[in-house]
């Protein structure tokens, strides 16, 4: 059903890791540090963070409901997630819920976008994103308690207590959050519009992580990272339609042990993780009752030689095993996969870097495409302000399991996306002030969807070709203002032009026309103005028009919800505390950002921080 409120076209950190892995020259991507912007989200999840702090595209189904991303166009499949190194997209679906990642057990967030995702994995036609943890062998004790109450029966607990050494390290995080959802909304579906109070639409979450780290020595390195995510939510109905009461359960166990060695010129690092993953959904009017198991093991051995200060090389072995068991599936299915990547980096003396890489693969026993890379960075000024950076890919996803193996309707007969990207990015960067504008342009073969066959099954198959080509533009700048305060402005700007290039479809109605909730614009701005003890905080991200039909005659308006917190702090000796208020939804915006989902209006919050710490001498 279409949304009535659709418009017709025709009407009108300190990093403790000694070396990171090898990675291609990104001409554009995103870092989001623990201290800078992260801690503002601790109580909140990963799609909060990237829907309001950068300008990439997420589509959410509502507060704690479903929340998947588009980078450049792509598909939320084609985005690949990382938790410190090792993969975690569903094997099943072949994306991941970013509603079910708390923001309180990342300490970093790197999102690669492009060719410059080539190094973390293949599958990222649209890019990739790194969550990584770490620890500080500063830290002798420190202690977080935050408490945030507010509209709608929101209720977030956080708290953590890390202590250690100058050689040892824990890190323990325990997090509860929970909502009922209950905001009043007008069903734009009815006559007249009436209030009605959103129902079926609660969210509990528990949560606890527990990190050690280790170095005896200036050459080696040990952790052993753990989390275990417990999150129970209520699926509302769209507009118009009765709810059936339906809930799903997700319940993740991540385990990470991992060695980190130098000596020398060589560098060393061990991974080997447990992932275990449950996903049980409940329809009883219906009699559905969904259940997913999968048990994946990972593995992954990187290497790198500094020949001298100018060139080096870097080597990446993975060895992955996937387990699943399905209500969908006649019997258990497996995917074994392993992959090789070889990354060669020349510089010169002035800092200019050239690097070639490759990556190959082979699942369950057949070889995938090649996949290699291209990139480089070249200084334009001998003052290094100006900076050009380039890079040149090839990429490739295999089907999921589900598209392989759901029954009625997989297909094992599908070929891998194939995906050719190249970008160009040129960056400014002068004492307080940054700016980046990288246009990019990318092609998307064997594109997967799910469509109904002659039998009434619908079943997915390799249907198009889509074109991705676009620019994003970034400013970050740095004012002094008063005595001793400080103005902080972050923006991002990104320009999307995906079609549907070509159809293995005779009558298409989709042809050169852009992909359904795809904005062609986005933008964001984050400003945050320190004086004394005070924060000011303001973000508003602009999500442009998307279209909800192939034909791109109908699509949602866009949107542009803005909040804003103010906060103050007391500090005495190694203590702290902050109290404040946020305000969500600033201008009290009634919007969708998927068709028939309402979202909230003006809603508040209340949050109190606590923090002791202490360092070693």
Do not use: C
């Not at 409901?65 to 939320?76: D, E, K, M």
């Not at 890019?127 to 002798?140: D, E, H, M, R, V």
């Not at 940054?434 to 799910?450: G, M, R, V």
């Not at 109290?579 to 989902?597: H, P």
């Amino acid at each position: 059903m279409a949304s009535a409120n659709a418009i017709s076209q025709a009407d009108t950190l300190k990093q403790l890791v000694v070396d990171a892995d090898a990675s291609i020259t990104p001409a554009k991507s995103y870092k989001i540090t623990k201290i800078e912007r992260i801690a503002a989200h601790e109580t909140e999840n990963l799609a909060d963070i990237l829907s309001k702090e950068t300008p990439i595209y997420i589509k959410s189904y509502g507060p704690g409901s479903l929340s998947t991303i588009s980078i450049r166009g792509a598909g939320a499949s084609h985005t690949q997630l990382y938790w410190n190194g090792i993969a975690i997209n569903s094997a099943t679906l072949g994306q991941l819920d970013l509603s079910t990642l708390p923001a309180a057990f990342i300490d970093n967030a790197e999102i690669h976008l492009g060719a410059s995702s080539v190094v973390d994995g293949s599958g990222g036609l649209g890019g990739a994103i790194q969550l990584n943890t770490s620890a500080n062998f500063n830290n002798k004790l420190n202690t977080n308690f935050k408490k945030e109450i507010g509209n709608f029966g929101t209720d977030r607990t956080y708290f953590s207590f890390n202590a250690g050494t100058k050689k040892f390290q824990s890190k323990t995080s325990i997090l509860r959050n929970a909502t009922s959802n209950d905001f009043k909304y007008n069903d734009i579906t009815q006559e007249n519009s009436p209030i009605l109070e959103r129902e079926n639409a609660e969210m509990l979450q528990h949560g606890i992580k527990q990190e050690f780290y280790l170095t005896p020595n200036k050459t080696n390195y040990f952790a052993i990272k753990s989390n275990y995510i417990n999150s129970y939510r209520q699926i509302p109905s769209v507009l118009g339609v009765s709810s059936n009461g339906e809930f799903q359960t997700d319940e993740v166990l991540r385990l990470l042990g991992e060695w980190q060695h130098i000596k020398k010129k060589n560098f060393h690092h061990f991974r080997a993780a447990l992932l275990k993953d449950k996903l049980n959904y409940v329809d009883s009017i219906v009699a559905i009752n969904s259940l997913i198991n999968i048990d994946s093991y990972r593995a992954s051995y990187n290497f790198k030689r500094y020949f001298n200060h100018l060139f080096k090389i870097s080597t990446q072995i993975n060895i992955d095993k996937d387990i699943a068991s399905s209500t969908g599936f006649n019997s258990q299915e497996e995917r074994n996969r392993q992959s090789g990547f070889v990354q060669l980096e020349q510089k010169s003396n002035h800092g200019n870097l050239f690097n070639l890489a490759i990556r190959q693969e082979i699942i369950d026993g057949k070889f995938t495409p090649i996949v290699p890379t291209i990139g480089m960075k070249y200084f334009l000024s001998k003052n290094h302000r100006f900076t050009i950076n380039a890079n040149a890919a090839r990429n490739y996803k295999a089907p999921s399991l589900n598209e392989l193996y759901w029954e009625p309707g997989g297909n094992r007969e599908l070929l891998p996306e194939i995906g050719f990207t190249t970008e160009i990015g040129l960056h400014y960067n002068y004492e307080k002030l940054s700016f980046n504008i990288s246009p990019y342009y990318s092609l998307i073969d064997n594109w997967i969807q799910w469509l109904p066959q002659e039998n009434g099954i619908w079943s997915p198959i390799n249907v198009r070709q889509v074109e991705n080509k676009g620019v994003e533009i970034a400013a970050n700048k740095i004012f002094s203002i008063l005595n001793k305060g400080k103005l902080h402005i972050n923006a991002g700007y990104n320009y999307v032009r995906s079609i549907n290039k070509s159809s293995v479809l005779t009558n298409d109605n989709s042809f050169g026309k852009q992909l359904i909730y795809v904005p062609l614009q986005s933008f964001n701005i984050v400003a945050k103005l320190e004086i004394k003890k005070w924060l000011f905080g303001y973000n508003q991200t602009i999500t442009g028009k998307v279209f909800i039909d192939a034909t791109n005659t109908t699509y949602m308006p866009y949107y542009a919800p803005a909040d804003v917190n103010i906060s103050y702090s007391f500090v005495k000796n190694n203590k702290s505390a902050v109290i404040g208020f946020k305000v969500a939804n600033l201008y009290d915006e009634d919007y969708q950002i998927m068709a028939n989902r309402p979202m909230p209006g003006r809603w508040f919050l209340l949050f109190l921080k606590v923090n002791l710490n202490s360092k070693h001498d």
